[in-house]
Nanobody, 117 residues
Framework: QAQVVESGGGLVQPGGSLRLSCIVS????????LAWYRQAPGAQRELVAA???????NYTDPVKGRFTISRDDRKKTVYLQMNSLKLEDTAVYYC???????????WGQGTQVTVSS
């Protein structure tokens, strides 16, 4: 079992940057695949970026070149560095943790990112 806690959201102007952090409390963090999702008002939750246990990453097209996902296994933390933020990046951002061999996944409570001038 794992507990997931996100932090780092806030209000930022267009073109600004934020770094989200997600701590996953588990003794086997290094085995987890990790991902960031977001959900804008009235929209479905969508995958933003993901990173596997061997550091393979993938991104949804709208954030490629602007967002970077990374992980620090010693700190049991996954990060989402968001640069050149746009109004349409406004959403609640959620962290997901999942073992490749399991159908169960773990989610945090979400952190609000608001991009506004």
């Amino acid at each position: 079992q794992a507990q997931v806690v996100e932090s780092g959201g806030g209000l930022v102007q267009p073109g600004g940057s934020l770094r989200l952090s997600c701590i996953v409390s588990t003794n086997i963090f290094s085995f987890y695949n990790l991902a960031w999702y977001r959900q804008a008002p009235g929209a479905q939750r969508e995958l933003v970026a993901a990173i596997t246990s061997d550091d393979t990453t993938n991104y949804t097209d709208p954030v490629k070149g602007r967002f970077t996902i990374s992980r620090d296994d010693r700190k049991k933390t996954v990060y989402l560095q968001m640069n050149s933020l746009k109004l349409e990046d406004t959403a609640v951002y959620y962290c997901q943790a999942k073992l490749p061999s399991s159908t169960r996944d773990y989610w945090g409570q979400g952190t609000q990112v608001t991009v506004s001038s």
